[in-house]
């Protein structure tokens, strides 16, 4: 009877390991532990987020940003931008409209001035064509989202639908935790199955979703162009992140374009309101504000075609820029046309990249 209790109790013993182990393997990837990092909810984070060398984008010569750095356990600021070189070309992506609100799409090079810390620059190269985006979605998972996220959803995959075939895109749904739900694809399958990833509970971190998925955006070397959408009925709560970081960290050279989407049923804040038009606006985007999520769809339409009818501009403004934030003012002028407004980023911090 002996030898069969202690063969039970080892046998026992064993199951509880297993066990133990099975849970850990469950658990989402905690703040303290990679705070920027995405962590998916049943895989091990895809390689474009773990931490790597800079990889040279193919066609222009610079090379990608890399990941961003946990906290240092010692407690050194991590958070910051490090200069790193001169940025030897300035990409922007700007939509124009006339007076009206109307897209203005057959602009040539000539019909354009750009003006970086007000000084005219020369453009060294034009493009109107509907080139492949890197796609963020980035969707709110909080408890107030659970009514929503059916017509939300619905409006994601309208857009993702009107997309080009060659675009790639990712999921991320945050409450607490940003959780990419599905990596860089273009399979509105897979897609959609994500978008259905809910949990619709817990706290709004949306300063630290958006901060961890640019850096994702900004991990993906075969599209240049790159736009992140946020949708959220909240203002964050939660972050590590404050709207000040966010918003210098998407200002890099190839920062992300931000279209945000601000539900109001819920009696979004003032200030949540003001965070999301700041985040979208400095970086080119729009940010919108709807009554309910009925008018979602519209607007993703909406976005869709934005994306789809904007100019790519590059120039270069030279070795000797400095190291501060510089601003940049895009203008154009067609003839019929009393005022064209461009909108795109309003600058930029030269050769830094997050650590």
């Known amino acids: 009877m002996a030898l069969g209790s202690t063969s039970y109790l080892r046998f026992a013993s064993r199951l509880l390991v297993i066990a133990a182990v099975a849970v850990v393997l469950r658990l989402p990837l905690r703040a303290q532990d990679n705070p920027m990092d995405l962590p998916p909810r049943t895989a091990p984070p895809p390689p474009s987020v773990q931490q790597k060398e800079p990889e040279v984008e193919p066609g222009n010569g610079q090379s990608a940003s890399p990941s961003i750095t946990p906290e240092s356990p010692t407690g050194e600021d991590n958070s910051r931008f490090v200069f790193k070189k001169q940025v030897q070309e300035v990409f922007l992506h700007a939509t124009v409209v006339d007076d009206m609100g109307r897209p203005v799409t057959t602009l040539t090079r000539n019909d354009f001035q750009i003006f970086q810390n007000g000084q005219p620059e020369t453009i060294t190269s034009f493009e109107r064509e509907d080139v492949p ?130 539900l109001t049923d ?40 934005d994306i789809r009818t904007q100019y790519t501009i590059a120039y270069n403004p030279g070795p000797n820029i400095g190291k501060g934030y510089q601003t940049i003012r895009a203008e154009a002028r067609l003839p019929g046309h009393t005022h064209l407004t461009v909108r795109t980023r309003s600058g930029y911090y030269p050769g830094e990249t997050m650590r």
């Open 133 to 262: 985006v890197a796609i963020g979605i980035v969707i709110d998972n909080s408890g107030s989202m659970r009514d929503k996220r059916t017509r939300v959803n619905e409006a994601v995959m309208n857009l993702i639908k009107a997309s080009n075939p060659e675009d790639e895109v990712f999921v991320v749904n945050f409450g607490q935790t940003p959780y990419l739900d599905q990596d860089f694809t273009s399979d509105p399958h897979l897609l959609e199955a994500a978008l259905h990833q809910t949990s619709t509970r817990g706290s709004t971190a949306l300063y630290d979703a958006v901060v961890a998925s640019s850096v994702h955006l900004r991990n993906n070397p075969r599209l240049n162009k790159k736009v992140l959408i946020v949708i959220t009925d909240g203002q964050d709560n939660m972050s590590r992140e404050t709207l000040q970081d966010a918003m210098r960290k998407l200002q890099s050279n190839k920062g992300a374009t931000v279209y945000a989407i601000g």
């Open 266 to 305: 819920e009696g979004m804040t003032r200030s949540g309101r003001q965070a999301l038009q700041d985040l979208a606006t400095s970086t080119g985007g729009v940010a919108f504000f709807p009554q309910n999520a009925d008018e979602v769809n519209e607007i993703s339409r909406s976005v869709a075609r």
